[in-house]
């Protein structure tokens, strides 16, 4: 089963065309970047599979269901935002927590995930601060903490590193890759930084003006773009 279908999925926000009959597969525990410039509409692809926005048409398939009609908290997704989009009245605890009191979760279940994700990213020590209290690579692992405490299937990054600085950006990046090892998570993340995408992605979708430019492993693309623009992107020389 995969974990994540798109088929000739399309996106227009009135007039404007945004994402072109996307056809892409997630196999489960896979790690697969979305990569393109500013503007290319990997938010919206994201979005769109998070149920945040409809599709205009085609099918979204998640876990081998058709979710087109199910809202964003049945589709067994967890998304972290690059902006961390934190509580700012809520400690680190509540933060963490908030979903799983939503899903009408037992005091038990939310303590035993809260202390497992928690411990997972080093927070442990950090549960009763406030996010105005922490770092930015403090708050972002709460962000990534709030979405591990919900235990889900796919998990979707926004360009969570693009707020932190060079060196947390390489541990962050780094924690993330460990998170996958550790999980077995299916992990959808995009980026616009090439290097994020060759060093942690099992496959690499290469998007291009709302549309799929190319897919393929790291050593695919670089070793066989399709074109100008990709090996432009992944900083080969073809
Ligand atoms: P990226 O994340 O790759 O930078 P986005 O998905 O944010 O790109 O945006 C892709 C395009 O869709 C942009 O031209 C943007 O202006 C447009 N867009 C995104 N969201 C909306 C919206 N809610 N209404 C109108 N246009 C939008
Ligand atoms: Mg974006």
Redesign the pocket.
């Known amino acids: 089963m995969t974990a994540l279908t798109l088929t000739n999925v399309n996106?227009s926000?009135?007039e404007?065309h945004?994402?072109k009959d996307i056809n892409i597969e997630v196999e489960e525990g896979e790690f697969v970047v979305?990569v393109?410039?500013?503007?290319?509409?990997?938010?919206?692809?994201?979005?769109v599979i998070a149920g945040l926005?409809d599709a205009t048409s085609g099918e979204v398939h998640i876990g081998g269901d058709l979710v087109n009609n199910t809202p964003p908290s049945k589709r067994g997704i967890a998304m972290v935002f690059q902006s961390y989009a934190l509580y700012p009245h809520l400690n680190v605890f509540k933060n963490m927590s908030l979903a799983l009191k939503q899903e009408k979760q037992s005091k038990a279940v939310i303590n035993e995930r809260v202390a497992k994700a928690s411990k997972m990213l080093n927070l442990e020590d950090y549960l009763e601060r406030y996010p105005s209290e922490l770092s930015g690579g403090q708050r972002q692992r709460v962000a990534i903490g709030r979405a591990i405490v919900r235990e889900p299937k796919l998990f979707l990054f926004?360009?969570p590193l693009s707020n932190l600085d060079a060196a947390l950006r390489m541990n962050t990046r780094l924690e993330i890759a460990n998170l996958h090892d550790t999980l077995a998570a299916s992990m959808i993340y995009?980026t616009?930084d090439q290097t994020e995408a060759m060093t942690l992605a099992d496959k690499i979708v290469v998007?291009r003006d709302?549309r799929v430019e190319q897919i393929g492993s790291p050593m695919e693309l670089y070793n066989n773009p399709v074109n100008q623009f990709v090996a432009g992107f992944l900083g080969s020389p073809a």
């Open positions: 996106k926000f009135g404007v945004v994402l979305f393109g410039p500013s503007g290319c509409g990997k938010s919206t692809l994201l979005r926005e926004d360009e995009v616009h998007l709302g």
